[in-house]
């Protein structure tokens, strides 16, 4: 099983702003974002040192901290704990909502992810596909590789028969900046097993995420 490190005491939460703590948060060094944040500060021509600035790198350094806080993480820690079943029809978990960051621009992709899969004996908690796109998702990612990476994920640790990836979203760089469309949102899908290879199937789970009743 692969090793996961445990986040460390005292890099979660604000109120520790204790000095020893500036190199931690699961290995990431809170101090050299610091340091880059002020000199994009200075680079725009703004005064790192004014008032209202002066936090900023530090809390910059904290959310980028938790933003890519699956970086040093394993996913599949989550899909470890399985049930035997014999259930052979379709699982869906339908929105689960991610918040990401694109690897292009460092500027966060936000939407629902759908997992739906057909079990081959094993089974996990619905939270654990929850926790599987959350890890994944607090990448700098890219949404293609973000739906084949989860995928990928329960067809090699599941077994399972057939698993689609759904995932939608709005990326703040295509939203904020460049062609400026606000309202798009780019649509990825993975299939695997019996959803790739049976029309069916894959009208069947497509119809389930999208269908009537939503
Ligand atoms: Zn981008």
Redesign the pocket.
Known sequence: MPKVPTSSAGTNGDAVDARPAKVAAAGVDLARIERAVREILAAVGEDPDREGLRETPARVARMYAEMFNGLKQDARIHTQKFFTENYDEVVLVRDISFCSM?E??L?PFIGMAHVAYIPNGKVIGLSKIARVVEVISHRPQVQERMTEDIANLLVDELGAKGVAVVIEAS?S?MTIRGVKKPGSSMVTSSMKGVFRSNLSSRAEVMQLIYGKGR
Do not use: A
């Open positions: 694109c292009h621009h500027l990326h760089c």
